[in-house]
């Protein structure tokens, strides 16, 4: 049983390590993507993501929450105003989004990699 358990846990710690070392190249080159930032987790994921470098775009509900978001941020982040309720709204944020990026898919970085390096 003891043997199990250890394999176990050294299975996880493989598992982890694999992990950590996943990098994603030209981390400058990307772009993050990121609704709800007037506050709360987009807010604090929007300002960690452009600490460590990542060009992101911030959906905001709120000119306030834009505004506040900018002042504190670099100038690789950018703000647009999104309500998703709103069809119009999504289409122009869509647009605006086509517009930063160039219309390139390969630009931008699945969330989930960063969150997990």
């Not at 846990?9 to 930032?37: A, P």
């Not at 987790?41 to 460590?52: I, M, S, T």
């Not at 944020?93 to 989930?112: I, N």
Request: aromatic letters at 10%; proline letters at 1%; charged letters at 25%.
């Amino acid at each position: 049983m003891w043997l199990y358990l250890a394999a176990l846990v050294g299975l996880c710690y493989l598992l982890r390590w694999y992990r950590e070392r996943q990098v994603v190249s030209n981390l400058r080159d990307k772009y993050v993507f990121i609704t709800g930032c007037d506050s709360g987790f987009g807010n604090q994921l929007a300002r960690q993501l452009d600490l460590r470098g990542l060009r992101v775009l911030a959906a905001c509900l709120t000119e306030k929450g834009a505004k506040q978001l900018r002042d504190q941020t670099s100038d690789r982040l950018e703000t647009v105003i999104l309500d998703v309720t709103k069809t119009e709204s999504i289409a122009a944020a869509t647009q605006w989004v086509k517009e930063r990026t160039g219309d390139r898919e390969e630009s931008f970085v699945p969330l989930a990699f960063v969150l997990l390096s």
